[in-house]
């Protein structure tokens, strides 16, 4: 995905689904150009870049 598109859910809790198929669900943390953080529900830290980004889908509170 594009910057842009990925920074739309910065602080938002979502589903994120990675290229290499990887999903999680997490709270996206930060957004820049060059790379995307979050934390996901397990507490891990993890960075990548937004083109790794396959899928990015916003939970309801019922969700998480």
């Known amino acids: 995905m594009d910057f842009q598109s990925v920074s739309q859910y910065e602080g938002k809790r979502v589903k994120i ?9 997490a709270k996206i943390l930060s957004v820049s150009e060059n790379v995307v953080e979050f934390i996901e529900e397990k507490g891990k830290h993890i960075s990548v870049t937004p083109e790794a980004v396959l899928m990015i889908m916003e939970l309801g509170e019922h969700q998480q």
């Open 17 to 25: 689904t990675l290229i290499n198929n990887f999903w999680y669900r």
